[in-house]
């Protein structure tokens, strides 16, 4: 059995079925509070106060449950997706991990090795942040304390710098993409600041991620098919 094969008739259906029974067990723990109080206790809020609370956090990151699954699955592949939103810190620290992997082995992000290769990458994130966050957990407060002020204002910064370096990584193998939604952001982010789109609810929530990245597929669909079109056209 080659690897195609068995990347496709082994690997693929573990991976689903793992994925699966993980995540759904992943959201019947995430509500055992709830239950818990619910059951026990007696205590149950009301509908309207649900409602509004849902609707609260909906209108802040709801854009994140189409945006996120479609913008990382191209890096993370299948078994890369459900290790990412069981565990979370995504777009801080899986991301990153997956892609520095996949360099590292020299695997093409959206390949079948790619996924295999963000899998691992991914795993190996998972634990060491489960134990760092342990220990940050018990010692985290009193060793930030004994940190200077201006370290402790640079860890603010971390992020910004996380995904600067995920740009230049990935927009060294397509500058022109890259430069063209680096552009594409400043001006749409301009945009949103002066108000341009103030009619649209939460636009400055929403409005920047996900004009970002469906842009970003489109004009990624339009040359390929364009790089498409001049392959034909010399053969």
Not at 24 to 30: F, I, K, N, P, R
Not at 48 to 64: C, D, E, N, P, R
Not at 170 to 189: N, Q, T
């Amino acid at each position: 059995m080659d690897n195609k094969t068995f990347y496709n008739e082994k690997y693929m259906p573990k991976v689903n079925r793992i994925g699966k029974i993980t995540g759904y067990l992943g959201v019947v723990l995430a509500f055992a509070p709830a239950i818990m109080l619910a059951i026990v206790y007696g205590i149950l809020p009301k509908g309207a106060a649900l409602l509004t609370a849902f609707i609260a956090g909906a209108s802040s990151f709801g854009v994140l449950w189409f945006v996120e699954p479609i913008s990382y699955f191209p890096v993370v592949g299948t078994a890369g997706t459900y290790m990412a939103f069981l565990s979370g810190n995504i777009s801080n620290m899986r991301i990153p991990c997956a892609s520095m992997a996949q360099v590292a082995a020299d695997a093409k992000p959206g390949t079948e090795e790619g996924s295999v290769i963000a899998t691992i990458g991914m795993a190996i994130s998972i634990i060491i942040n489960v134990a760092v966050l342990t220990i940050g957990a018990i010692l985290g407060a009193s060793v930030l304390a004994m940190l200077p002020d201006g370290v402790r204002a640079a860890l603010g910064y971390l992020l910004p710098a996380l995904f600067g370096a995920l740009l230049v990584q990935f927009g060294m193998k397509l500058k022109k993409h890259a430069l063209i939604m680096v552009v594409i952001a400043l001006a749409l982010y301009f945009a949103i600041g002066m108000g341009w789109f103030a009619w649209l609810p939460g636009a400055s929530n929403w409005l920047g991620t996900l004009g970002c990245v469906f842009l970003s597929i489109a004009i990624g669909l339009a040359t390929l098919r364009n790089s498409a079109k001049k392959e034909e056209a010399k053969g």
